[in-house]
């Protein structure tokens, strides 16, 4: 079994060492951007409310990892002056407030393009910078009910299940959110222009949606939850509880897969109905969920460890940290805060944790220094109220 790797390391090698990133600091999809292009060796500053002169404490917030915390006062001239001077040397800019309040802040794209058109402005928000729902509150589970991804989360003849907060605010707003700036990076590097990335959870949700609507599109998807190939309807694609009251997820999707699953269970697939005749799937699955609860998840797991039948334990966080395939891969650092490593991996150009999460504030001084924010400037910029 692996060992952890060390969980914090001072790194230039990432792929975006040299990318200068200002993050406006939010709340959810805002940091999570910042800390995957923070963990890729981007240099990325985090403006917020805080206290200046506070201790590097470490804190539970993964989210801000890896980059120094400066404490700043956005309402004050002093703090807008300075947010527009650091943008004269910055590649990029994010920020995840309501539309207009960076623009009524006097720190909005025409503002910072004055002081360099080169930049890219990164905006997140959940409805979008426009249109009737952008200047309305919401939150991940608003989000993928207007994009049509939340209705087909959950089994049949039940509500739809929210997917916590992974499909809204990371996977369809933070990860479209990276996505974008970067690729409006690359157009700068070649037309010395910046622009606006409007990322809008309701967008990228809808995106994700793309090959299920080309399913409803082909007439093979039934608009009803529950009752088709991905979303617990087919029982070879479902997740069935063990006689410990554990779990095992089932995938066998493919015929030769679903072979080895019906052998492991202990069946004769010659005496089955055919794997896609939908009719046959409610009483299979009851078949199945009586086999599955003769043994524990573990006994399952051994059964079905060496091949591919496509079964495997579900996992809950801590214990996924410590599977053994986790551990031999690094996939968690472990010593001290429990927390996923950076990914993707590179070859060439590692990646990984620069720092832990510390208290709002703690890095002025040193954040501000490596932007060229001499102690003596920042001693100004303090009695003008810059930090708050």
């Known amino acids: 079994m692996g060992q952890s790797r060390a969980p914090y390391t001072d790194f230039v090698s990432g792929p975006l060492a040299g990318l200068k990133v200002l993050e406006l600091a939010g709340i959810g999809p805002g940091p ?53 001077e650091l943008c004269e040397q910055a590649d990029v800019l994010i920020e995840g407030f309501r539309p207009g309040v ?26 979008g910078q426009e249109g009737p729902l952008s200047a309305r509150a919401g939150h991940d589970i608003n989000y993928v009910a207007i994009s049509g991804a939340l209705w087909p989360l959950g089994r049949v003849g039940e509500r739809p299940v929210p997917p916590i907060n992974l499909v809204g605010d990371f996977g369809g707003g933070a990860l479209f959110l990276v996505y974008g700036v970067m690729a409006a990076v690359f157009s700068a590097q070649r037309n010395g222009e910046g622009q606006v990335v409007d990322a809008a959870m309701v967008d990228g949700s809808a995106s994700m949606m793309a090959m299920t609507h080309g399913f409803l599109n082909s007439g093979y998807w039934i608009e009803e939850r529950g009752v088709n190939l991905l979303d617990t309807g087919a029982h070879f ?21 679903y072979g080895e699953l019906v052998r492991g269970l202990g069946l004769d697939l010659d005496e089955l109905p055919a794997q896609m005749d939908r009719t ?44 053994p395939y ?16 950076p990914a993707p991996r590179f070859s060439k150009t590692l990646a990984g944790i620069g720092s832990p999460p510390r208290r709002a504030g703690s890095g002025t001084r040193e954040g501000l220094a ?19």
């Open 32 to 84: 999570y951007a910042c800390m995957l292009l923070a963990d890729l060796g981007a240099e990325v500053l985090r403006l917020e409310r805080g206290d200046p002169d506070a201790d590097a404490t470490t804190t539970f917030e993964v989210l801000n990892r890896s980059r120094p915390s400066v404490a700043i006062d956005l309402k004050s001239t002093a703090g807008r002056d300075l947010v527009l």
């Open 102 to 127: 960076t623009e009524r802040l006097g720190l909005g794209p025409e503002d910072v393009w004055k002081r360099n058109k080169r930049l890219v402005y990164g905006r997140m928000t959940g409805f």
């Open 237 to 257: 694609y479902e997740v069935y509880e063990t006689m410990d009251h554990r779990f095992v997820a089932v995938g066998a999707l493919e015929a030769k897969f």
């Open 280 to 323: 046959t799937w409610p009483n299979m699955k009851e078949r199945f969920t009586v086999i599955f609860q003769s043994k524990t998840r573990d006994e399952w797991t051994a059964i079905f460890d060496d091949g591919d039948a496509c079964v495997t334990p579900v996992l809950s966080p801590s214990e996924a940290a410590r599977h």
């Open 326 to 341: 986790n551990t031999a891969r690094h996939v968690f650092v472990t010593e001290g805060a429990v927390q996923p490593e």
């Open 370 to 388: 490596q932007w060229g924010i001499s102690e003596e400037r920042q001693a100004t910029l303090r009695v003008g109220g810059a930090f708050g």
